[in-house]
């Protein structure tokens, strides 16, 4: 899924048209990865999760946390900063 409305800005600027679709593709479908996914889009939806994982409270059962963290969080860096955050 692609959304418009986001290519004209990054044409203005200058952005290269495959960075722009990569962009594009990653706003369109943050809250629902693919099998396989870009390391672009692998830190955006981690940050992502960092946020709403405060916003929504989930942060009482630690077990659950602990699951959440290994399924959701894919890149070392990640994963860490959720442990470090959540867990310590």
Known sequence: MKDPNCQGDFRKIGVQ????DEICDIIGHHHSPREEETLNFQILYEA???????EEGN???????EEWIEKAFKTVTGKHLAEER???
């Open 86 to 88: 959540y867990l310590a």
């Open 17 to 20: 048209k495959e960075m722009i």
């Open 48 to 54: 992502d999760w960092m946020v709403n994982l405060e």
């Open 59 to 65: 942060l009482k059962d630690r077990k659950e946390l």
